[in-house]
């Protein structure tokens, strides 16, 4: 058997990390090849080296067989390898046409020529059912269209071996689900895909063959409909995860938490639109849409980040419509925000200033002005032991310096610690690993054993339908339905995100 | 002795990039030298180096002397800095504060005890007060604070003249009346013969330590830290933004003011009526810059500033003129200055760059 891509014992160091360590894999033509790992097992540092963005320290690559050496992305594009990276690389001014054809332009004495051009993405459009609009401008159009123009990039420049970085992360379900069927397309049409992901239903559903890395090591390679779900999870954390999230019976409290019509206008049009929603103690209210509903403008106006045009916000039955920030923490209001380097840390702090950033002014913590720090280390102490929050040198480690999943976890527990009776977690396992996520998930479910109120964001559909209890979905500002996850269908809530379907929103 | 080398290690860490910068200004310098007289170049250099000490106790003393207000107004650069705010309107704040100490030192009369205290106290409060200007046009109406800054230097500079004409003004010499000797702060001329050294250096160390307890151990401290690294972080902390852009700004006006003030409460200095800026200001900006934006980093670079400016002087001795001198020591602050800015700059946006590239190299090629 022929293999089309080969990486043979590739190693690749930076300083001190390991991040391929002795790795290969071998890929067939007209396969999907999945490559799963936590968050820096080292996928797409191996990617980038067939890519050309690295060299490795040590190994060979083999593409129909042949060694190859790929010193830039200019030689990997002649083989014929092209990638779609997690965050586009497209110009927001430009059309669709201007993005595909840029670096690969066709001219006459200096003059652009598209006919070709069109021709042959038209052609290539046809075959694939790649719909989009050649003359719409990238910024108009959707993120699952932005992703086909990307997609599109790769065939104009007729790549055969296609690597997909995380391509569903941004999507609605009825999105992956053409782009599994477009996947599906290439594989018969004898192209190689290989698929870089974390979504262990994903790779289920679309993949062949699937390579499983932890800490730069190979764990192991397998063939999909050989293994579970649950193997492929265990393989790649290392240990047995829980995927059924165990949530008790709910014990709704009193109501705590109550927004009247809010709106907020913004950029000529309604960002948020006459919004009214209730959170009770014990339950944890989730709020699905597709990024860019108006969801960050309802949290920032909630938590007094970003002002509002009218409504009535109430915490605990005080009226928080107009006070200050630190006067919502006071009330109980806790916040993990969306933006966790933007807002949620002082990046520049040691951890433990940062996990005291909303009550330093306490008097736990100060006296006449003066920082307590023996009381500040004592609380750091005490919440990296609670929230198991790893890093190099405890409580003075500068934060930036520390992992995403433990600066969350730091967020979280600062919040969690803080006296409360709302949550607002936006966001909150965005970017982390799969340990790591389930660390929060229970965390979660913790907070509402204990009778708190929490209000969940997340753009996961599965996060919000495993947790929540019930579900508000939001589309372009207003909630279009109000679900119960446990009578709802993924694809159901996909029709809501998507604006194709509405319910009736009860009130209160 | 393991932790004291420790400690030192990590100290040399720290204060790494102000000795390369130091290193670059002095080649700078020499180079110039070099030109202008490449046979005692070297000499001369060295007598530069050496500085207020080539004077002896008097040397030093006139060294101790200008370095005060120097060190303050690279304070007040540092305290803004923290708060994430350029403050290059402190030329303007000493000067507010400088007249202020003289028309209270020639136009009241008080016991010596409390004279000069009075007129350096009233001297930094009229600093504050130029300083809290640009501070809250900044919080209310998010104005740029470096435009507004350095636009009140120009107003303080003319309003400077009309104000010593009215009240305090010598018509024969055409400057500012000699302040009253009850006014003039107490000298140190015990320790430093025949010097102008004043309990002003005494008082400005005592300063870079409060500015560094307020910026590094108290709640106000930590907000306006916050406030400096992350507007956003500190928003969401609940911090009040607005306040602390206010309260920062006028606390670096009141150091600015208390430099006006140490400066010009001596006998026999005064201010002349054309219209000039006070370099002290700008000086403050480098003082700032090599004190690495630290309070105890800018006493100590307001010290070395201070110092080789008084090399400057004993310069003259291997036939250098004092233009020449005197752009030999901006060529040494200017290229200091930059390479510390440049050093930072590298550490910040290097990565970025890097990143940058990479990308690029990524969109022209696929």
Redesign the interface.
């Known amino acids: 058997m022929k293999y089309k891509v080969e990486m043979k014992h590739i190693t690749k160091v930076f300083g001190t990390l390991v991040a391929n360590d002795d790795v290969s894999i071998a890929i067939k033509p007209g396969e999907i090849y999945a490559l799963l790992g936590e968050n820096g097992a080292g996928k797409s540092t191996l990617m980038s080296i067939l890519f050309g963005l690295y060299k490795p320290e040590a190994g060979e690559i083999f593409i129909d067989g042949k060694k190859v050496e790929i010193h830039n992305p200019n030689d990997s594009h002649k083989l014929g390898i092209g990638m779609v990276h997690q965050h586009f690389k497209l110009v927001e001014t430009f059309t669709v046409l201007e993005n595909i054809i840029l670096g690969a332009e066709d001219t006459k004495k200096g003059f652009l020529q598209y006919d070709e051009a069109v021709a042959k993405l038209n052609h290539l459009i046809e075959t694939y059912q790649l719909k989009v609009d050649l003359n719409a401008l990238i910024k108009d159009i959707t993120v699952g269209q932005q992703q086909r123009v990307e997609i599109l990039k790769m065939l104009y420049r007729d790549s055969d071996i296609l690597i997909f970085d995380e391509p569903t992360a941004v999507l609605t379900p009825q999105e992956i689900h053409e782009l599994i069927n477009i996947m599906n397309g290439f594989a018969k049409e004898g192209k190689t895909i290989i698929l870089i992901t974390h979504k262990l239903n994903e790779i289920k559903a679309v993949a062949h063959n699937c390579s499983v890395l932890r800490r730069g090591k190979l764990i192991g390679t397998v063939k999909v409909s050989d293994v579970t779900v649950e193997q492929m999870a265990e393989m790649m954390v290392g240990r047995e995860v829980l995927f059924t999230i165990k949530k008790s019976p709910i014990k709704l409290g009193e109501n705590i938490f109550k927004v009247e019509n809010l709106n907020i206008e913004g950029k000529g049009k309604h960002l948020v639109k006459d919004i009214s929603f209730e959170v009770n103690r014990g339950e944890i209210v989730g709020i699905a849409g597709i990024d860019g509903n108006g969801q960050t403008e309802l949290i920032h106006a909630l938590t007094g980040l970003m002002p509002f045009h009218s409504g009535k916000v109430t915490l605990g039955g005080a009226d928080i419509t107009k006070s200050s920030i630190r006067a919502k923490y006071e009330a109980g209001m806790s916040h993990i925000p969306e933006d966790r380097q933007k807002h949620g840390m002082i990046l520049d702090f040691d951890l433990q200033s940062n996990l005291v950033l909303q009550n330093f002014y306490q008097s736990q913590f100060q006296k006449n002005g003066f920082l307590r720090f023996d009381a500040i280390n004592e609380n750091a102490d005490t919440l990296i032991d609670r929230f198991d929050i790893r890093s190099e040198g405890g409580p003075k480690t500068v934060v930036r310096s520390m992992s995403g999943g433990n600066q969350q976890k730091a967020i979280l527990g600062r919040e969690m610690a803080r006296d409360h009776d709302l949550l607002i977690a936006v966001q909150p396992t965005r970017g982390l690993d799969v340990g790591a996520i389930e660390y929060i998930h229970s965390q979660l479910l913790v907070e509402r054993e204990h009778g708190k109120a929490i209000l969940l964001v997340s753009l996961e559909i599965e996060e919000v339908m495993n947790l929540s209890d019930r579900i508000l979905v939001m589309y372009e500002g207003e909630i279009v339905g109000e679900l119960d996850p446990k009578q709802t269908t993924v694809n159901d809530l996909g029709l809501y995100m998507s604006g194709a379907k509405r319910g009736v929103v009860q009130h209160g | 002795m393991v932790r004291t080398k420790k400690i030192l290690s990590g100290f040399y860490n720290t204060i790494k990039p102000s000795l390369i910068a130091v290193a670059f200004g002095l080649l700078a310098g020499l180079i110039i030298m070099l030109i202008f007289n490449p046979g005692e170049a070297f000499q001369a250099l060295f007598t530069l180096l050496i500085g207020g000490f080539n004077g002896g106790l008097t040397g030093i003393g006139n060294m101790l002397y200008q370095a005060a207000p120097i060190i303050l107004t690279g304070l007040a650069v540092a305290f803004a800095f923290k708060t994430g705010l350029f403050n290059i309107g402190a030329s303007g704040q000493m000067m507010m504060g400088a007249y202020v100490a003289i028309h209270i030192g020639v136009r009241m009369e008080l016991p010596g005890g409390l004279h000069w205290i009075v007129a350096m106290i009233l001297g930094m409060l009229a600093g504050g007060i130029w300083g809290l200007i640009p501070g809250l046009l900044k919080a209310i109406s998010n104005v740029n604070e470096v435009i507004v800054s350095i636009m009140m230097n120009y107003i303080a500079g003319h309003w400077l003249i009309y104000l010593i004409r009215t009240n305090v003004f010598n018509g024969s010499y055409s400057r500012s009346l000699n302040i009253l000797p009850s006014a003039q702060l107490p000298m140190l001329t015990s320790i430093f013969p025949g010097s102008t050294a004043n309990i002003g250096i005494l008082i400005a160390i005592g300063v870079a330590i409060i500015a560094h307890i307020i910026v590094h151990?108290?709640?106000?401290g930590?907000?306006l830290?916050?406030s400096g690294?992350?507007m956003?972080?500190?928003?969401?902390?609940?911090?009040?933004t607005k306040a602390n852009i206010i309260t920062a700004m006028t606390i670096s006006g009141l150091f600015a003011g208390l430099a006006g003030a140490l400066a010009y409460l001596v006998v026999g200095k005064t201010i002349g009526t054309a219209f000039n800026i006070f370099p002290e200001g700008f000086d403050g900006i480098s003082v700032a810059l090599l004190g690495l934006g630290e309070p105890l980093g800018a006493l100590f670079a307001g010290l070395f500033l201070s110092n080789i400016r008084m090399g400057g002087f004993y310069m003259q001795i291997y036939g250098f003129v004092p233009q020449i001198i005197d752009m030999i020591i901006a060529v040494i602050i200017y290229i200091t200055a930059v390479s510390i800015a440049l050093q930072a700059a590298l550490r910040i946006y290097g990565d970025r760059f890097k990143a940058w590239f990479?990308?690029r190299?990524?969109?022209?090629?696929?």
């Open positions: 151990k108290t709640t106000l930590y907000q830290r916050a690294f992350s956003d972080g500190s928003k969401y902390a609940g911090m009040n990479k990308n190299k990524l969109k022209e090629d696929v």
